[in-house]
């Protein structure tokens, strides 16, 4: 009986005594994304980590966020960038891809950038990001340590692969030097909590398959992912059909022993039904980035056929150079869904709960981080945005998904948190010397108009 007393009065102690945590946040439209979305619910937050969702009344926050009139989801997973490329944006808009890189992007890239230009693109690529709702952003650049020093120190997740391409690049100038700086990088931030250093040969037409082999070997050496852009233009497919036996770049891929789940393929926008079930069973995760793929005229992507056919496809905006021109998630979210729409002729096709889930879960899983972030879920990592939905622009709210997806804009985006730290708070960049990274950038600007030999607006 004594013990019995004892046991209750340790319950009824326990009761009144709230735990105490990071930080709580209350009175939010949670879309958790692993199940229903919960009216005028928290999230408790401790150490980074989410400890519990929904009912949090047991939880009192060293800080506590006010999400009245708020939705609170996990932050956005681009799959797809160039973040420093930031600092070119708008230098040659309205062209076709071939031309745009062979004319105008590898040449000002050849010209311009430099360990510190990757720096300063970074930072403000990462403060945009952070305003609009990004939290873990999939890069492929060069002088790539630079991204993730910037990442890590604005607070962001990245998958930072080191580009790799078959001529001198900014950084490394022969394919050898390449390697080795890939292997110290590589080794220099893994197990790093934010930083997932990757391997990023551009493309099949533009790194031989000797190279290719190469980057394989070392990938599964380094147990490093692997992100390379596949299937993006008409001519792309033309030409690995001409060098490798009729073979689709897929197929290609496929046929050297280089696809496994640990590649992200960005683009895929002539996969057909073979290259989709072989990037099925590969486990072969795709960039989807459909404002890319529409301002360069590429296509549009099977996205409905790859998710029936059991693909991961996730959300990329691509390079803010030329090809998308800001970081923000939401735009090329909302485009997926449209373009899908108009593709199928079908305005069921994919649906703004799906979407979401793609910029969200879906993009998780591409980068096989859906056990860390993608959901918000007891035991995942903190990675959370709240949007504030009481804008003329979103007024009134039936749907929640349809307001953020169809109505809503990145600037929306009140509160950025990743593991379990806050970046914005009320639309105040918290890690980013906002002001100086823009200063710095209009320095660039006049730096890289010298280098030009044609007006970027003619
Ligand atoms: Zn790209």
Redesign the pocket.
């Known amino acids: 009986m004594k013990k019995l007393f004892a046991l209750l009065l340790f319950f009824a102690a326990f009761a009144v005594h709230a735990k105490t945590v990071d930080i709580v946040i209350r009175n939010g439209t949670i879309l958790t994304m692993a199940g229903p979305n919960i009216a005028k619910g928290g999230v408790a937050i401790d150490k980074g980590t989410i400890v519990a969702v929904g009912n949090i009344s047991g939880y009192t926050g060293r800080t506590t966020i006010d999400a009245t009139g708020e939705a609170v989801l996990p932050g956005f997973i681009n799959t797809?960038t160039?973040v420093p490329m930031v600092l070119f944006r708008g230098i040659a808009d309205d062209r076709a891809l071939m031309d745009w890189l062979q004319h105008f992007i590898f040449p000002a890239e050849a010209k311009n950038v430099t360990a510190e230009f990757v720096k300063w693109g970074t930072r403000l690529g990462a403060a945009e990001m952070i305003e609009s709702g990004t939290t873990t952003f999939t890069d492929?650049y060069y002088f790539e340590d630079e991204v993730a020093a910037e990442a890590k120190r604005a607070g962001l997740r990245a998958v930072a692969g080191e580009t790799l391409i078959d001529f001198p690049a900014p950084d490394n100038k022969t394919w050898d030097a390449a390697m080795a700086y890939c292997r110290s990088y590589i080794k220099k931030w893994q197990g790093d909590p934010l930083i997932t250093p990757a391997l990023a040969p551009h493309s099949p037409y533009l790194v031989s398959k000797e190279h290719l082999i190469d980057t394989r070997r070392l990938a599964n050496e380094l147990h490093a992912p692997i992100l390379i852009?596949v299937s993006e233009t008409k001519a792309e497919q033309k030409q690995i059909a001409e060098q490798h036996d009729g073979l689709t770049p897929a197929a290609y891929l496929d046929s050297i022993g280089f696809l496994g789940h640990d590649v992200v393929a960005?683009h895929g926008v002539w996969l057909d039904a073979d290259d989709i079930r072989i990037f099925a069973e590969k486990g072969v995760g795709v960039a989807h980035c459909p404002r890319s793929n529409m301002m360069l005229a590429d296509g549009i992507a099977p996205v409905v056929d790859m998710l029936k056919g059991g693909v991961n496809v996730g959300i990329g905006t691509?390079?803010p150079a030329g090809s998308g021109n800001n970081l923000d998630m939401l735009e090329d979210t909302v485009l997926a869904a449209r373009l899908q729409k108009v593709a199928k002729m079908d305005p069921t096709a994919l649906s703004a709960r799906k979407v979401l889930e793609m910029a969200t879960i879906g993009g998780a899983k591409v980068l096989g981080l859906d056990t860390k972030i993608g959901t918000l879920e007891a035991g995942k990592r903190a990675d959370i945005i709240i949007m504030n939905l009481q804008h003329v622009r979103t007024q009134p709210v039936y749907a929640v998904e349809s307001a953020i997806v169809y109505a809503a804009t990145g600037d929306d985006v009140a509160t950025t948190i990743v593991d379990g730290k806050v970046l914005m708070r009320d639309r105040k960049v918290l890690t980013v010397n906002v002001p100086e990274a823009i200063a710095k950038a209009k320095q660039y600007r006049d730096q890289v108009e010298k280098t030009l030999q044609y007006h970027p607006g003619s």
Do not use: E, I, L
């Open positions: 797809h160039h492929m852009h960005a691509d390079g």
